[in-house]
């Protein structure tokens, strides 16, 4: 069941939504503001759209949502695609504007691209460490020649400043589940990478990367660049 996706079609329909709940396994639930994921050029932060300026040729907007980012780039003129997992976002997509949506999983891709974006922590769909890595060699066969990826992700030690850090998996890997309207759906695995980190394993998968810009909430936009 597309969770997310229902609490995002009522937010598209109707302006407006029941509470998204998201649990977690660090603490107490929290509420996930929808309206985030509408958000227009003037509502984003300095990060997201320092990615936007940053896309250069043929780009695909991985984990898209409801295409807010696909359609800034299209409107600047930058030739866009976007691909989601959420039936429901992309029919969202697709009645806002967005010109090129697909219902597809980044790993089954064949087609290639210049610039691979993720925005709001879209890279987290790795889900572990070991899931980046792979991904890293994924994304060589997925990126043209002096292709790039592009994404923001954060530093989420602060988490643990009052408890233990994990001693079983790396700290920034946990697991969400969705609940809307009281149903829950499945929980899934989300990857938040500290910059040391992701410059080491970068580094080892033969990636050239670049922290281009850090925010006061310890999040920050990486650009990597291929072999």
């Known amino acids: 069941m597309d969770i997310y996706g229902n609490a995002l079609l009522d937010f598209h329909r109707f302006g407006k939504a029941d509470v998204l709940w998201l649990h977690n396994t660090y603490g107490d639930p929290e509420e996930m503001p929808i309206d985030i994921f509408f958000r227009d050029e003037e509502e984003m932060p300095e990060i997201e759209l320092k990615a936007l300026n940053l896309?250069?040729?043929?780009?695909?907007?991985?984990?898209?949502?409801?295409?807010?980012?696909?359609?800034?780039?299209?409107?600047?003129?930058?030739?866009?695609?976007?691909?989601?997992?959420?039936?429901?976002?992309?029919?969202?997509?697709?009645?806002?504007?967005?010109?090129?949506?697909?219902?597809?999983?980044?790993?089954?891709?064949?087609?290639?691209?210049?610039?691979?974006?993720f925005m709001m922590n879209g890279i987290g769909l790795t889900g572990t460490l070991q899931g980046f890595e792979n991904f890293l060699e994924s994304a060589k066969k997925v990126l043209n020649p002096n292709g790039q990826l592009l994404f923001?992700?954060?530093?989420?030690?602060?988490?643990?400043?009052?408890?233990?850090?994990?001693?079983?998996?790396?700290?920034?890997?946990?697991?969400?589940?969705?609940?809307?309207?009281?149903?829950?759906?499945?929980?899934?695995?989300?990857?938040?990478?500290?910059?040391?980190?992701?410059?080491?394993?970068?580094?080892?998968?033969?990636?050239s990367c670049k922290i281009v810009e850090v925010d006061e909430q310890d999040q920050y936009l990486a650009q990597l660049t291929g072999p």
């Open 55 to 117: 896309c250069k040729g043929k780009v695909l907007d991985v984990g898209a949502g409801v295409g807010s980012h696909a359609l800034l780039l299209d409107k600047k003129g930058v030739e866009v695609s976007a691909i989601d997992i959420s039936p429901v976002a992309v029919q969202i997509m697709q009645e806002r504007g967005v010109k090129k949506p697909q219902l597809q999983d980044f790993f089954t891709l064949t087609e290639k691209y210049d610039t691979l974006l």
């Open 152 to 207: 923001d992700s954060s530093d989420i030690s602060y988490l643990y400043e009052d408890m233990p850090m994990p001693t079983d998996h790396y700290f920034g890997e946990i697991s969400y589940c969705y609940e809307y309207k009281k149903q829950k759906g499945n929980w899934f695995n989300w990857l938040y990478l500290d910059p040391a980190t992701l410059q080491r394993l970068s580094k080892q998968h033969g990636w």
